[in-house]
């Protein structure tokens, strides 16, 4: 009868058996989860306790904070170089507009200076002459900042009272040397001059490249084309 009953049970036909579980799936989930949950704080103790025993904490922090302090300094080397750059570049602006300013006032002064000149040979000129007739006085040349170009001014007087209309025409003959050999040129003024006291002239010529002015003669013609008055300046 055992023996049946043995068989039966270890048969293909022996009654199903189902096994449970006397724990229900959550808690199995919960106590799955606090097993890693240890494991892992084991694990992340065991790796800080082995970098404290090894000492690399300390020194990263160390060199973070030389890294921090290395930093710092450098920041302010760089605000300290900049600023003196940029005081540099202040003086030199300021440099070079002072040194514009002062060319300008040169130039100015240079300018004035002719004109003064200019003025004191026409003042010059003004004052009582000797003799009679026409008369040519306070020639004067000079050659401008410009390359190659003079500037020339003049003044015709005819001394007394009540004297007749002077027409005619004026000429300069310039002289000097050009490459090294004596150099001339005449040099046609107005045609139509005419005055009766008093005449200031002034103009400007272009001379060729390479010349040395060393003379400018200033003369007067009246209509039948007979020398009247001549002057020289020299350079």
Known sequence: MRWKLLRRRLSVSAPRVIVRSHL??????AVLALALGFSAALALWAFEFGKDIAGLDRDAQAELTQL??????????YDRVQAIANTADSLLKAERATQEGL???VRQLEADKQALQADLGFFEGLLP??????????????????????RYQLLLMQPGRNVA????????????????RPWSRAVPGSDGLQMRQYARLEGSVDLPPGVVLKTVQARIYDK????RANQIAKL
């Open 165 to 180: 209309e002077f027409s005619g025409r004026y000429e300069l003959l310039l002289g000097g040397m050009l490459d090294g």
């Open 24 to 29: 229900p799936w959550p808690l199995r989930w």
């Open 129 to 150: 002459a000797t003799g009679l007739g026409l008369q040519l006085r306070g020639l004067q040349a000079d050659i401008t900042s410009l390359p190659g170009q003079l």
């Open 224 to 227: 039948q084309g007979v020398l």
């Open 103 to 105: 060319v300008q006032q």
């Open 68 to 77: 921090r302090a290395d930093t710092a300094r450098l920041r302010s080397e």
